[in-house]
């Protein structure tokens, strides 16, 4: 119940991909620990993602630590529905505890925190967990983010950002304006302009990966990285992978983007140099913030929503805190599938032996 209080090593806040790939680690190491997450079933982001979203990469490119993803029968880029199977065998594999539906409301410093074994509190709505540590693991799927702009207040259309589109069946026949240079724009367009008249702007240039790349070269780039060589960056490949239905509909001439709007209108949206357009839905591919209200208590956020990390992902501002999973500034790559494993084996090792010199796991 949420009176309810228990004192462990470890709280890992959040059960996607890279909450998981900690608790393997943990696992690995022996330490007392817990996962918490808010859904109800595994999966994290990936149980939310539109019908046809496929990964960037063959599943034999795609695992995280000690299992690969096996392949989807029919398809070499595996569908998100996929995705969630394999996280769902991965956490019961590896008897993860992952305790769902747990929303973790706030982490906050316990009085007496500066004195040796001084705790953290992980308050949800299923009771406390002190922690010697806290490694938050809450993706940015759930915190979507929406430019500000002028004229919201007038439009009379629908306005939905990515994480409301399912699919391209309740747009038929509608003026569809998607605003965002990504792979989600890229892929969204590609099948919503199958049955829609769709229009897409973006702030600058979308940039396509060269056609025979893929989240393989991601893979490549993150070895040799571990490797400590030097190459080149991931934006140096371009933003936007170019998976089968990004090449038809570039073929089809449907991913010419334009310019950024200034504003929406009454009917539709309308660019700087006064021009403007009709339109019945207004879809925001802008891309999402890491998801760090819960850490409000703490005083970490470094004013752009994002929470200032050292080499070993711990929290300057807080050491018994470490952050996994959100993107290059938590390590190459490891918003990915690829990537989540070296993060969370690096992050970890860095949180036992601190346990360690404090004498517990
Ligand atoms: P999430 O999957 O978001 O998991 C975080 C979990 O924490 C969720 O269950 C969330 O509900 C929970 N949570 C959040 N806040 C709290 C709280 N306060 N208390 C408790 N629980 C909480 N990567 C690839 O490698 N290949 C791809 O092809 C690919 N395609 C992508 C396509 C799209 C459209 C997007 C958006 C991303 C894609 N990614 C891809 C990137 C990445 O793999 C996913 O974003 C992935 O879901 C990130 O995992 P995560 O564990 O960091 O976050």
């Given at each position: 119940?949420?009176?309810?209080?228990?004192?462990v090593?470890?709280?890992?806040?959040?059960?996607?991909?890279?909450?998981?790939?900690?608790?393997?680690f943990?696992?690995?190491?022996?330490?007392?620990?817990?996962?918490l997450d808010?859904?109800?079933?595994p999966?994290?982001?990936?149980?939310?993602y539109?019908d046809?979203?496929?990964l960037?990469?063959?599943?034999?490119?795609?695992m995280?630590p000690?299992?690969?993803?096996?392949?989807?029968?029919?398809?070499?880029?595996?569908s998100?529905h996929?995705?969630?199977?394999?996280?769902?065998?991965?956490?019961r594999?590896?008897?993860?505890?992952?305790?769902?539906?747990?929303t973790?409301?706030?982490?906050?410093?316990e009085?007496?925190?500066d004195?040796?074994?001084?705790?953290?509190?992980?308050v949800?709505?299923?009771?406390?967990?002190?922690?010697?540590?806290?490694?938050?693991?809450?993706?940015n799927?759930?915190?979507p983010?929406?430019?500000?702009?002028?004229?919201r207040?007038?439009?009379?259309?629908?306005?939905?950002?990515?994480?409301?589109?399912?699919?391209?069946?309740?747009?038929a026949?509608?003026?569809?304006?998607?605003?965002g240079g990504?792979n989600?724009?890229?892929?969204?367009?590609?099948?919503?302009?199958?049955?829609?008249?769709?229009?897409?702007?973006?702030?600058?240039?979308?940039r396509f990966?060269?056609?025979?790349v893929d989240?393989?070269?991601l893979?490549d780039?993150?070895?040799?990285?571990g490797r400590?060589?030097?190459?080149?960056g991931v934006?140096?490949?371009g933003?936007?992978?170019?998976?089968?239905s990004?090449?038809?509909?570039r073929?089809?001439?449907?991913?010419?983007?334009?310019?950024m709007?200034e504003r929406?209108t009454?009917?539709?949206?309308?660019?700087p140099?006064g021009s403007?357009?009709e339109?019945?839905a207004?879809?925001?591919?802008?891309?999402?913030?890491?998801?760090?209200?819960h850490?409000?208590?703490l005083?970490?956020?470094?004013?752009h929503?994002?929470v200032r990390?050292?080499?070993?992902?711990?929290?300057v501002?807080e050491?018994r805190?470490?952050?996994?999973?959100?993107?290059?500034?938590t390590g190459?790559?490891?918003?990915?599938?690829?990537?989540?494993?070296?993060t969370?084996?690096?992050?970890?090792?860095a949180?036992?032996?601190a346990?360690?010199?404090?004498?517990?796991?």
């Amino acid at each position: 119940g949420r009176g309810a209080v228990t004192d462990v090593d470890v709280a890992v806040v959040g059960g996607g991909q890279a909450g998981i790939a900690t608790g393997y680690f943990l696992r690995r190491a022996g330490a007392d620990f817990v996962v918490l997450d808010d859904r109800a079933t595994p999966g994290g982001a990936w149980t939310e993602y539109w019908d046809s979203l496929r990964l960037f990469s063959p599943a034999g490119h795609s695992m995280l630590p000690g299992w690969w993803m096996p392949p989807e029968e029919g398809h070499e880029y595996p569908s998100a529905h996929h995705v969630v199977w394999y996280l769902t065998e991965y956490e019961r594999r590896y008897r993860l505890p992952v305790h769902r539906p747990v929303t973790v409301e706030r982490v906050e410093r316990e009085n007496g925190h500066d004195l040796p074994g001084g705790r953290l509190r992980v308050v949800t709505d299923r009771g406390t967990w002190r922690a010697r540590h806290v490694i938050s693991a809450t993706g940015n799927w759930s915190a979507p983010h929406l430019p500000s702009i002028p004229g919201r207040e007038v439009f009379a259309g629908r306005e939905l950002h990515t994480v409301d589109y399912r699919g391209p069946d309740d747009f038929a026949g509608q003026r569809v304006v998607v605003v965002g240079g990504g792979n989600s724009a890229a892929q969204i367009i590609a099948e919503l302009s199958l049955v829609a008249d769709t229009t897409w702007v973006a702030a600058r240039p979308p940039r396509f990966m060269p056609d025979d790349v893929d989240a393989r070269a991601l893979f490549d780039l993150a070895t040799r990285r571990g490797r400590g060589e030097e190459g080149p960056g991931v934006g140096d490949l371009g933003d936007i992978v170019v998976v089968p239905s990004v090449r038809e509909a570039r073929e089809r001439g449907a991913l010419k983007a334009e310019p950024m709007i200034e504003r929406l209108t009454p009917g539709g949206v309308a660019w700087p140099d006064g021009s403007t357009l009709e339109a019945d839905a207004v879809l925001w591919c802008t891309g999402f913030r890491p998801a760090l209200g819960h850490l409000v208590p703490l005083g970490v956020d470094d004013g752009h929503g994002r929470v200032r990390v050292g080499a070993d992902n711990r929290a300057v501002a807080e050491p018994r805190l470490s952050m996994v999973g959100y993107g290059d500034w938590t390590g190459f790559a490891s918003a990915t599938i690829i990537g989540a494993g070296r993060t969370a084996k690096s992050t970890v090792a860095a949180v036992t032996e601190a346990l360690e010199r404090e004498g517990r796991v």
